[in-house]
Structures are given as C-alpha cells and as structure tokens.
C-alpha cells in the first residue's frame, strides 16, 4: 500500500484497509452491523464494550448518509412537546446531558432563544408552560434551567430582531455539536474496543443457514473490488434510510415502513447574517426553523419534504432555498438575503417510521427495532440525540437472544468519546483559551473549530502546522489520513473536518495542496487525481449557488 511518508498510524487508517479486510472474512462475529451511520456507530460500540466480537460494515463513508446531514443540535426536541410525544422529549433530553458529558468539546452547550412573535403561533404563556415542562421532563438543572427575557433582553442578545415584531423571548438549555465527528469518534472508540469497522464496503446479500436463519453477510469491498462474505450470529441492519433495502432482501418487508422526508440546510457569511444567539422560531406555516451561529458562519434550517428520489445524493433545490430565505425575511423583514448569498448547504433524508394520516413534520421521530422471522434486526427512526439508547436495546435484545447473561450491563454512558478527556465543559473553555493565545496567528473561529472537531487533539494539528510551515488545513488533513480512515478527499472535506460546510473559501484555496497530499500519500496517477478533483468540484458544485429547480 503506497505511503512514502514515514508516519505512525493509529490502526485506523486507509492503509490498514487490507488487513481489516481480511480479518472480516476470516472470523466469526458475534454481531455484524450493516451501516456506518450514528446508529450503526453506536451499535458497534455498545456490543464492542460489553465483550462481544463485533464487526461493522459501511457502503461509503462514515456519516456519510443522514449523520453527517442533520441540523447538528443534541436536543430534547421541543418540537415533540408540541406533538405531544412526552416519552421522546423525557429520553433524548436526559441523553443530552450524558452525550455531553462524554465528550464535552464536541457536545457544546448553548442557549437557544425562542422569540415570541406578535401574532406568532406561541404566546408568551406557552412559551413559559413548555420550556417548563420540557426542563421538568429532561431533568435540566441549575443555570441551565429555561428564564423567560423581556424585550429589552431579547434585542440586546439579537439586535437584528425587529423592534416592532418581538415581545420577548424563552431562553433555555440546548447542545450544539458535529454530526459527522460525533459519528466518527464513536467509531473510533468502538475500534479501541475491539470492534472491526471498514467503509467503502457494501453489503449486497445476506446469508441464512440451512433453517432460513441469517447468519452473516456477503458484501463488496468498493475500492478494492473483492467481494467476502462475513459471518455473524446476529445481523444488525443500522441502514438508516436504506433499512427497508435491507429488509426487502430478506424478505421482511411487511407491516411498518419508512417513510422518508428531506431537509436542507444553509450556510451564510456572519457578515451578511450576523447572529450571536442560536435562534428557534416559529414560521407562518406553522413549522419552525432554526438559525445557529457557529465560528464565522450562520447556518438556517431545515425544510421538511416527503422525498422519493435518489437516497444517495438528495439535492438541495431551487424551491428547498426560497423556502428557509423565505422564513428568514419573515423573522428578520431588514436583513436582505438572497439565494446568491448563500456560501455552502446540505440536504439530509430522515429515515421516519411512516404513520397513516400524517404529515412530513407530524410524523413521529421515535425509534422501533423491527425483528424478522430470519433473525435480521432492523433499527429505524430515531435521532442523532438518542443513538446510544438506541444501541442499548438493540444490543439488550442480542444479549437476551444470544443467552449471554454476563453481558447485559451497558457501559457506554462511562466510556469518553475521545482519547483524552475533558473533565468538564470548564476545563475546555480553559483549554480552549489556550490555544487562542498560542494560535492566535491563526485566528479564533480556526482554534475554535479544531477544539470542538478534535479536543485535546488540535493542540497537535496546530502545533504540526506551524512547525512545519503548513496551513491548518493541510495539517488536519494529515491527521485525517492517519488516524481517522479517510479514503477521498470528500471523507476528509466534508465530513472529518466539516470544511467545505463551514469553510468552502478556504477549501477553494487550499484544494491543490490537499489533492497534491492525497495523491502522495495514497499513490494516485494524474488521471486518479483528475478524477478526485472532479468529485470535488461536481460537490462544490451541489452546493452552490445556483441551485436546480426540480424541472431542470
Ligand atoms: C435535515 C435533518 C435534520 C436533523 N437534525 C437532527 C438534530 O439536530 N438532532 C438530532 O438528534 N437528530 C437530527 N436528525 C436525525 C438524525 O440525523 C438521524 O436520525 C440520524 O443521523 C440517522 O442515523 P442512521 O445511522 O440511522 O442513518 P445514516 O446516517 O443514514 O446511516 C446509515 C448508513 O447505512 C449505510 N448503508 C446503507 N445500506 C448499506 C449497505 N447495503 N451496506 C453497507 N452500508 C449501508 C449508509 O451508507 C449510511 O451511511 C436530523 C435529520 C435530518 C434529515
């Protein structure tokens, strides 16, 4: 395997690829999970951490399906007040606090505003009555407990809000994170825990013994071309939008279904959008829409449509962006945005269980193992915010089926996301603080963008860089290719480092010199550099302005 630089890798990188390979169609595993998403992620670590033999398959890269398109918030789901799902709201409110507590660089707190709106949907009483029963139901403490502002505190935390419009506002305890990073660190710690994780790999059959019961998996190796067939006495189909695929293969598709909605998201300058305060309104529609400052950039979201294209590149169109700039006028008549000032955007697909009756954004976001009569354990629904109850039952029901009566304890609310913990969210503000005084050269919104991405980490990244003259980019991308199982350019640009997101300037002129790195270290030829470069610019492409309108 081609790597002229001589660096030590973690064990978890692309040039480890063939020996994971092999050790996947070599052993018999306790568990085999199809999908890398968070759900599968958080599958494979909960099984991993209890002592059981356990392997996990991606088609493409991690987070590379819904967990790298969400709207990136750990929270309890106001939303779900409103419909009325008390028990959701209770579970991922409470998971909100454990999430950020295992990795509290990555799960950042924040307060979110809700405004009340003259001639609004929400008057300031349900306001008070549901942020209370929403802090009552996810057991929110202290400081963090939801306070109603007057109008005056309203518009000194936004002064964009219009005077004329805003009556006040609930102020109240939500988590910010990175999808994509949460999905990845969560794979890794699955890995030093034993489990054998591989992306770029797809699951294209699955195997039953001689009773019509699964027993393992073949798939096909993407890069690569081999095909192997993996064994495993449970069969985990953590597929998320793809579950019913899965589930057609095997036959089960009967009863409940998917039912599949998209939502889009949009990045904008903090120049032209200019927000401090994460912000959830409501809109005339009757939907509500969220505005999130993160280092130098506002991103607005997100739409909520039934979608049947294709699962694989949902697009952001034309229509997805008239709708949020739409929303964003109504909230704030003064700002003028445009489609043209939108920088960067992503759509995501939410794997919902279908409900009669029920419209896109009515439809529950609760989670359901389905159970065939060939023993495939399928995991829908769901959010980012619950993946590790999730993973608790499905792992639950395999201890209970496998008769492994040792095993039944799950750890995962003590195992840290990352390699060097923070104590507390103290502690990475004093951390943080640091590295804005060493890297100041670099700027606060890239010091702060690594420490949430890497924690303890990006003192490394950062330190290499200037040691060895690169950008933070390039340094990061290093450390990508070495410890994080990137095999594109897009693993890394999208969803390790989250830059062609945030940062699709810089990427523009960092390009180059990251294709230039990738080509080194992985060996690529001039026509295998042209080809990833055109991926690239065909994304970069995607998520630009001018966006496709559904006739063209
Ligand atoms: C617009 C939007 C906003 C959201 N916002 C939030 C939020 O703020 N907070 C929150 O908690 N939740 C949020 N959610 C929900 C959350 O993102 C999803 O519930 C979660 O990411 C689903 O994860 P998953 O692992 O089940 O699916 P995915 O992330 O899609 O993972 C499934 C994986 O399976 C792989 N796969 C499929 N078929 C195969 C095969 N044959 N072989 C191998 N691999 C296969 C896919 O490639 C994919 O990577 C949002 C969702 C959307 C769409």
Redesign the pocket.
């Known amino acids: 395997m081609p790597d002229q630089h001589n660096t030590q890798h973690s064990g978890f990188s692309f040039f480890q690829r063939e020996q994971i390979l092999k050790e996947l169609a070599a052993e018999a595993f306790d568990v085999v999970i ?8 958080g599958i494979a670590l909960d099984a991993a951490s209890r002592g059981l033999k356990t392997a996990l ?19 309890g ?1 106001l939303r779900y007040l409103k419909q009325l799902q008390f028990h959701v709201v209770a579970e ?1 409110g409470r998971e909100r606090a454990i999430v950020h507590h295992l990795a509290p660089h990555l799960v950042v707190p924040e307060k979110m505003m809700l405004p009340v709106l003259k001639g609004g949907s929400m008057g300031k009483g349900m306001i008070w009555m549901g942020l209370t029963m929403y802090d009552l139901l996810a057991g929110v403490k202290g400081d963090d407990r939801r306070r109603m502002l007057s109008k005056a505190e309203t518009l000194q935390k936004v002064p964009l809000l219009p005077e004329e419009k805003v009556k006040g506002s609930g102020y109240y305890a939500e988590y910010m994170t990175d ?1 994509a990073r949460l ?1 990845i660190e969560v794979v890794k710690t699955a890995v030093r825990h034993g489990a054998r994780v591989i992306n770029y ?4 059959d699955l195997l039953y013994d001689g009773k019509g019961m699964i027993n393992g998996v073949s ?1 096909t190796d993407r890069l690569g071309g081999r095909t192997l067939t993996v064994q495993g006495r449970f069969v985990v189909n ?6 019913d ?2 589930r057609r293969k095997d036959n089960s598709l009967k009863g409940k279904h998917l039912f599949i ?5 949009l990045v904008f300058n903090k120049e032209t959008f200019p927000l401090d305060n994460p912000i959830y309104f409501d809109i005339p529609d009757g939907r509500m829409l ?1 505005l999130i400052p993160r280092h130098g950039i506002t991103y607005a ?4 449509t039934p979608y049947t294209g294709d699962k ?1 590149h949902p697009p952001v169109l034309e229509e997805d962006v008239d709708y949020i700039l739409n929303a964003i006028r109504y909230l704030f008549p003064t700002l003028s945005l445009d489609e043209k000032d939108v920088l960067s955007s992503w ?5 919902l269980i279908y409900e009669e009756g029920k419209s896109a954004s009515e439809i529950s ?1 609760k989670d359901e193992i389905f159970i065939s009569e060939h023993g495939l354990i399928s ?9 590790r109850k999730m993973a608790e039952k499905v792992v639950n029901t395999i201890v209970r089926k496998g008769g492994w009566p040792g095993k039944r304890k799950c750890h995962t609310k003590n195992i840290p996301l990352t390699e060097a913990p923070f104590a507390r969210q103290e502690t990475v503000m004093a951390f943080r603080e640091e590295m804005q005084k060493r890297f100041a050269h670099y700027g606060d919104h890239e010091v702060d963008e690594m420490v949430m991405k890497y924690g303890r980490k990006a003192e490394d990244i950062l330190a290499g860089a200037e040691k060895e003259g690169k950008t933070p980019a390039i340094a990061e991308a290093e450390y990508a290719l070495d410890h994080e199982m990137v095999c594109e350019p897009l693993d890394f640009l999208e969803r390790r480092s989250g830059r062609l997101l945030f940062d699709i300037a810089g990427v523009r002129k960092d390009l180059e010199d990251i294709l230039s790195l990738f080509a080194g270290r992985l060996g690529w030829d001039g026509e295998k550099r042209r080809n990833e470069e055109q991926k690239v610019r065909e994304r970069m492409q995607e998520i630009t302005p001018p966006f496709a309108s559904p006739r063209t």
């Open positions: 199809i999908g890398g998403g968070i759900t599968g992620a398959i991606e088609k493409g890269d991690f987070a590379g399906g819904t967990s790298s398109r969400s709207t990136k918030l750990i929270h789901g991922t999808d999905t790999t797809e699951v294209t798939c953590a597929a998320g939008p793809w579950v695929d899965l909605t998209k939502g889009v998201h969220f979201g997100t739409t909520d694989d759509a995501g697909i939410r794997p976001r995991m829908a629904g769901g959010k980012l915010t619950g993946y």
